[in-house]
């Protein structure tokens, strides 16, 4: 089952990836977070936007 990682970047800021099945990160936040209740916050943006975003295809 895929998961969310989160962790601390080198100038101390939160982050989460995306883990696969495989182990593979698949997606990663564009920004760092101050505090871990941040960055659980925007994993949980993340997942309510993902259940109405439509796919488009060119």
Known sequence: MPKFEIYQDKAGEFRWRLIADNGKQIAACG????????VKNGITRVME???RTPVFES
């Open 31 to 38: 920004e760092g977070y101050k505090t871990k209740a941040s």
């Open 49 to 51: 936007t993902n259940k």
